[in-house]
């Protein structure tokens, strides 16, 4: 499961055992099971904001172009990264597994 690709239009959701909280703009997660630590700067703190609310990695990937002067190519690549990075550390899931 954790080497298959994102579907794009998946929700995505953190994973039952997850801790995170906001500390000066970045967040700060926990794995409580995995006890895998993580930290997000500004951009990954405002994508882990947006899996909260069980967007899609099409629906982020849109307000990330939205919100920031960045080029989609490049957002697209470095989402997809981080959210396999999150996914392969047992912090996300998609909404219906």
């Not at 997660?29 to 099409?58: C, N, P, Q, V």
């Amino acid at each position: 499961m954790v080497n298959e690709a994102i579907p794009q239009e998946a929700a995505l959701r953190i994973a039952d055992d997850v801790v995170s909280r906001i500390l000066e703009g970045e967040a700060v997660i926990l794995g409580l099971g995995s006890e895998t630590y993580f930290g997000l700067d500004l951009i990954g703190t405002r994508i882990w904001e947006l899996i909260e609310s069980r967007a899609s990695a099409k629906e982020i990937l849109a307000r990330l172009l939205e919100e920031y002067d960045v080029e989609p190519e490049q957002c697209a690549r470095d989402l997809l990264q981080l959210l396999h990075e999150l996914r392969s550390q047992g912090l996300i899931t998609l909404a219906d597994a």
